[in-house]
């Protein structure tokens, strides 16, 4: 009943509200809280008419401090109705203060579902209220809105504020919320440039951050000093390891799409010796303990993105391949099997990719780390390793002295030949054809230990079949 008089005083009371506004905020405040919905209704309905009839200058005095100094979703709720019942002429000299407040941090980053929901209600019915007018403002209004999508673990509501996104982008006059982006991405960047030295894995600043280059797009790669100054400071092996893992899940997704991010620009190759060196080889350092581990999956699953991507060449990586080779080959034994997994699979694409710098040395310093995969737990990993040795294979020039170097060709042929005799039929077939691709390389030893081993095998038909492979080729005479 009360709720019901309330509407009709304001509505009878007109400009006279004015000099009661203070106590009537009160008392709105907290009937927002009532249980029953139909009084929230009738209060905010009379809220509205507290906007047409109250001066802004009056009520912004008495609310806006109100908002800054309470994270209250009741406030914004009463805030939200009066700016609907204000006349857009009359809220235009406000602008200015309403915005500042609502992109204040203390306003804007906050967890609660219900008081960010308030939020973005008030922030859209000031850009509806505002229209052209709040072109002066688009930045507080962007970061507000940024700030509400990064600290929303709701889908929902993330989906509500990229509407909110596009329509501030229409009362701009732009196409897009891309070219919102486009216009304060690098403001927003330059904000977080004091403190993202200091950042943990609870920063909002992280979260900003992460929500601002996950929605930014094409817009990434125009600013990639700023980013990867930053990712680099954060992603240092000193960091909070939750941290870590948080910015390498970002740059994972960041490189998957790099043509659409990191790249738009084509400038993301001048990066990329940083991006491996700095961050990647630098948290696939052993430590003890699970997140430590999911670290170094993570990190070497985004250099696989980066191979993937194609812009990892053989120029940009010499100059760290040997630093970078060290560190694979001793994930070759991480205790995560996913991590040898991806070791393996990246390894592949290095001697790939590497092919003309794999010289003698460095292709005898991780063949024995091979040859102990091909007797992992994991067949998936034992299959990947088979393909790591094609790889490799392809890396031997015609001036490789296999005399010289006939010890080493020993230990290969005999650890590989064990697996001719493989349990699995796929294992099998896959160590055949290494095999084949490892025989011009020395003939006649391999046929050596071909003869040597036959008749230990269960079934010798591989055996039957590298020898005339073998026999076939021209350097195998005796």
Same mark, same amino acid.
């Given at each position: 009943?009360?709720?019901?008089?309330?509407?009709?005083?304001?509505?009878?009371?007109?400009?006279?509200?004015?000099?009661?506004?203070?106590?009537?905020?009160?008392?709105?405040?907290?009937?927002?809280?009532?249980?029953?919905?139909?009084?929230?209704?009738?209060?905010?309905?009379?809220?509205?008419?507290?906007?047409?009839?109250?001066?802004?200058?009056?009520?912004?005095?008495?609310?806006?401090?109100?908002?800054?100094?309470?994270?209250?979703?009741?406030?914004?709720?009463?805030?939200?109705?009066?700016?609907?019942?204000?006349?857009?002429?009359?809220?235009?000299?406000?602008?200015?203060?309403?915005?500042?407040?609502?992109?204040?941090?203390?306003?804007?980053?906050?967890?609660?579902?219900?008081?960010?929901?308030?939020?973005?209600?008030?922030?859209?019915?000031?850009?509806?209220?505002?229209?052209?007018?709040?072109?002066?403002?688009?930045?507080?209004?962007?970061?507000?809105?940024?700030?509400?999508?990064?600290?929303?673990?709701?889908?929902?509501?993330?989906?509500?504020?990229?509407?909110?996104?596009?329509?501030?982008?229409?009362?701009?006059?732009?196409?897009?919320?891309?070219?919102?982006?486009?216009?304060?991405?690098?403001?927003?960047?330059?904000?977080?440039?004091?403190?993202?030295?200091?950042?943990?894995?609870?920063?909002?600043?992280?979260?900003?951050?992460?929500?601002?280059?996950?929605?930014?797009?094409?817009?990434?790669?125009?600013?990639?000093?700023?980013?990867?100054?930053?990712?680099?400071?954060?992603?240092?092996?000193?960091?909070?390891?939750?941290?870590?893992?948080?910015?390498?899940?970002?740059?994972?997704?960041?490189?998957?799409?790099?043509?659409?991010?990191?790249?738009?620009?084509?400038?993301?190759?001048?990066?990329?010796?940083?991006?491996?060196?700095?961050?990647?080889?630098?948290?696939?350092?052993?430590?003890?303990?699970?997140?430590?581990?999911?670290?170094?999956?993570?990190?070497?699953?985004?250099?696989?993105?980066?191979?993937?991507?194609?812009?990892?060449?053989?120029?940009?990586?010499?100059?760290?391949?040997?630093?970078?080779?060290?560190?694979?080959?001793?994930?070759?034994?991480?205790?995560?099997?996913?991590?040898?997994?991806?070791?393996?699979?990246?390894?592949?694409?290095?001697?790939?990719?590497?092919?003309?710098?794999?010289?003698?040395?460095? =292709?005898?310093?991780? #063949?024995?780390? *091979? %040859?102990?995969?091909? +007797? &992992?737990?994991?067949? !998936? $990993?034992?299959? /990947? @390793?088979?393909?790591?040795?094609?790889?490799?294979?392809?890396?031997?020039?015609?001036?490789?002295?296999?005399?010289?170097?006939?010890?080493? =060709?020993?230990?290969? #042929?005999?650890? *590989? %030949?064990?697996?001719? +005799? &493989?349990?699995?039929? !796929? $294992?099998?077939? /896959? @160590?055949?054809?290494?095999?084949?691709?490892?025989?011009?390389?020395?003939?006649?030893?391999?046929?050596?230990?071909?003869?040597?081993?036959?008749?230990?095998?269960?079934?010798?038909?591989?055996c039957n079949q590298l020898l005339e492979y073998i026999n076939g080729l021209p350097d195998a005479a005796s």
């Open positions: 009943m009360a709720s019901k008089l309330l509407y009709t005083l304001l509505l009878n009371a007109e400009d006279h509200t004015t000099q009661h506004m203070q106590k009537l905020l009160a008392g709105m405040y907290k009937a927002c809280s009532d249980d029953e919905k139909e009084v929230v209704e009738r209060v905010l309905k009379s809220a509205e008419l507290v906007g047409f009839f109250v001066s802004p200058e009056v009520y912004c005095k008495l609310t806006l401090p109100t908002i800054k100094s309470a994270q209250n979703a009741y406030v914004l709720m009463v805030m939200t109705s009066i700016v609907k019942g204000t006349q857009s002429e009359l809220l235009k000299p406000h602008l200015d203060k309403i915005c500042d407040t609502l992109a204040h941090p203390d306003v804007c980053r906050a967890e609660q579902v219900s008081y960010l929901n308030q939020l973005l209600a008030c922030t859209d019915a000031v850009i509806a209220k505002g229209g052209q007018d709040c072109k002066e403002f688009s930045l507080q209004l962007f970061t507000t809105l940024l700030n509400i999508m990064a600290m929303s673990n709701i889908e929902e509501l993330k989906q509500q504020v990229k509407v909110s996104m596009n329509q501030l982008a229409e009362v701009l006059g732009l196409e897009n919320s891309n070219q919102l982006y486009e216009l304060h991405t690098k403001q927003v960047l330059d904000s977080l440039k004091g403190s993202y030295e200091q950042w943990t894995n609870y920063s909002t600043e992280r979260l900003i951050f992460d929500t601002l280059l996950t929605e930014a797009g094409p817009v990434v790669g125009e600013y990639l000093d700023d980013i990867i100054l930053m990712l680099k400071t954060n992603l240092h092996p000193d960091k909070d390891p939750e941290l870590r893992l948080k910015l390498f899940s970002l740059l994972s997704r960041l490189v998957t799409s790099t043509g659409n991010t990191l790249n738009s620009q084509e400038k993301f190759g001048d990066f990329v010796v940083v991006v491996v060196r700095d961050m990647i080889i630098a948290n696939c350092v052993w430590y003890a303990g699970r997140t430590a581990a999911a670290v170094r999956t993570i990190a070497v699953s985004c250099l696989w993105a980066l191979f993937q991507s194609g812009l990892l060449t053989n120029e940009r990586l010499n100059s760290i391949l040997d630093e970078l080779l060290t560190q694979l080959i001793s994930l070759l034994e991480d205790d995560v099997r996913t991590t040898r997994l991806v070791t393996c699979r990246v390894l592949q694409k290095l001697l790939t990719v590497c092919s003309e710098s794999f010289e003698p040395d460095r =292709l005898h310093k991780m #063949y024995m780390e *091979l %040859l102990k995969r091909m +007797d &992992d737990s994991s067949d !998936e $990993i034992r299959k /990947a @390793v088979a393909k790591t040795f094609s790889a490799f294979f392809n890396c031997f020039k015609e001036d490789y002295d296999r005399q010289l170097y006939k010890a080493h =060709l020993e230990e290969i #042929y005999k650890g *590989l %030949l064990v697996h001719l +005799d &493989d349990p699995d039929p !796929e $294992i099998q077939e /896959a @160590v055949f054809m290494v095999l084949k691709q490892a025989a011009p390389v020395h003939p006649t030893l391999l046929r050596e230990y071909v003869q040597v081993v036959k008749h230990k095998h269960r079934i010798p038909k591989y």
